[in-house]
């Protein structure tokens, strides 16, 4: 079923029956609890239960209406109602005891519904018995179940008033983990992976030590409540490869996706220990380096985009580059960085046309800051329109801030064999040194003066101009 039934309405029953000030009736909706609280009763066996009994599946008429239900609990009204005649308590019933899974996503999803609505979402989270029995849902086997349950969390999460809640009961529950962990590496739904990766997001911009625990668990082994459509036994995960394998499943289907899953990398990198994780992985960082240099080099901010395509993909190359550049400047005696130090035929391949397309970002960067300067002078009388021109050039600057870092340190290392490959394949030359220079002087000037040194060597008539260009390097010289 992709859409749900219109909600029905009051507008034939007496006087008082309507919820709130909708139309819906409270007389229909009761009966609907009533009903759903029959299907759950062990007394009763519809056509559909399987042979122990247990139905597992929902006959139509009772599907399209407490689909209606849920369409109905977008209303505060409507969710209100749900609340005092506690509803919460007999969806707990059909976690409990259903084993129809799209009985128990719509059950969830309508709590989703309700906990949009900030007492409710008190109520709902304060539950103690009701919030360990969703966290179990994450266990489960059915994606259009574990979307709700995960849409049901970020909501709450979303909540400051209940976020603390949540974070403290998923710390406690080492299932949670491994369930996460499970969906990321193995689901190829990408709207699940995706709401799946918000949540994580979530919390580990919420919490640094859930992060960190997280980050050094990789051996811990479920012991939450056992779930019988969960997988029986649930391998090692660690936290960096599932998260790289969701990133490569959203990456084509889902912008939005990839810039989750990046940013979460990005978060990774915060603390020392997520550094570390990274790169000294069994592939020494390989895997992650290569995933976020073909991002960069093959799939964002291409030669054949136009400059405004920065606006558009700040965030994610934000978080990608952020990553890129603490992985480089890890000390780690890793496999990529032996590759950095000994400027092996392989790690050339990567090198320079990294520092190509972070010139590329940055000349597109300059696109767009000519662009913005033009709009503000649009915009002058328009205060709406100065908050939003503001907020895409803090965007920008992070993003330009992030990309110098980077590449200074990249010039830095660079040889004369390295500048001769990058000159023969067209990342640097004269336009692009310039807008290197332009956007890295004066704060990394001695990253530039190391490579101009370098360059000399490589193209002396070059280096020229450059110095020629830049005055302030040849006072130096």
């Not at 033009?374 to 801030?401: C, M, P, R, V, Y």
Request: aromatic fraction near 6%; include cysteine; charged fraction near 25%.
């Amino acid at each position: 079923m992709d859409r749900n039934p219109s909600p029905p309405s009051s507008e034939a029953e007496e006087e008082g029956d309507a919820v709130g000030n909708t139309v819906y009736s409270k007389h229909w909706l009761f009966s609907i609890l009533t009903r759903l609280i029959e299907v759950i009763s062990p007394e009763k066996t519809e056509p559909a239960a399987g042979p122990e009994g247990v139905q597992t599946e929902l006959d139509e008429e009772m599907e399209n209406d407490i689909c209606k239900v849920w369409d109905m609990s977008m209303d505060e009204d409507v969710a209100l109602f749900l609340q005092e005649f506690n509803a919460p308590d007999i969806f707990m019933g059909v976690f409990a005891k259903s084993k129809c899974p799209r009985l128990t996503e719509i059950c969830v999803g309508i709590l989703g519904n309700m906990a949009c609505f900030q007492d409710i979402c008190m109520s709902i989270s304060k539950d103690e018995s009701l919030g360990q029995v969703l966290l179990q849902r994450l266990c489960d086997s059915d994606s259009p179940t574990l979307l709700e349950t995960s849409r049901l969390l970020l909501t709450c999460l979303s909540q400051p008033e209940v976020a603390n809640v949540w974070v403290e009961r998923i710390r406690e529950n080492p299932s949670v983990y491994d369930c996460v962990c499970f969906i990321m590496s193995s689901s190829t739904n990408v709207e699940l992976l995706v709401k799946v990766g918000e949540v994580v997001d979530k919390l580990f911009d919420l919490d640094e030590e859930l992060m960190l625990n997280w980050i050094k668990n990789g051996t811990c082994r479920s012991v939450g409540p056992s779930v019988d459509d969960s997988p029986e036994e649930l391998p090692d995960f660690k936290i960096v490869p599932c998260i790289l394998e969701a990133a490569k499943q959203v990456r084509s289907d889902n912008p939005e996706g990839l810039d989750v899953y990046m940013h979460i990398l990005q978060l990774l990198t915060t603390v020392d220990e997520g550094i570390q994780a990274i790169v000294q992985a069994p592939d020494g960082g390989k895997e992650t380096w290569t995933l976020l240099y073909d991002l960069v080099c093959h799939e964002l901010c291409q030669p054949d985009d136009p400059p405004i395509i920065v606006q558009e993909q700040k965030t994610v190359l934000a978080s990608i580059l952020s990553v890129l550049s603490a992985m480089f400047a890890s000390q780690t005696e890793q496999e990529y960085t032996k590759m950095r130090k000994s400027k092996s035929c392989f790690f050339l391949g990567f090198y320079m046309p990294l520092i190509g397309s972070l010139i590329r970002i940055l000349q597109y960067m300059e696109g767009c800051g000519k662009r913005s300067v033009d709009k503000s002078k649009e915009s002058e009388e328009q205060e709406t329109g100065k908050a939003d021109l503001n907020e895409e050039d803090f965007h920008l600057k992070i993003l330009k801030d992030i990309c110098c870092e980077l590449l200074s340190n990249m010039l830095q290392e660079l040889t004369k064999e390295n500048t001769l490959e990058g000159l023969h394949q067209g990342h640097l030359n004269e336009q692009t040194c310039s807008c290197a220079f332009q956007n890295l002087l004066p704060l990394y000037f001695t990253s530039v003066e190391s490579f101009l040194e370098v360059l000399r060597e490589a193209d002396q008539t070059l280096a020229d101009n450059l110095e020629k260009r830049f005055p302030s390097l040849k006072v130096h010289t």
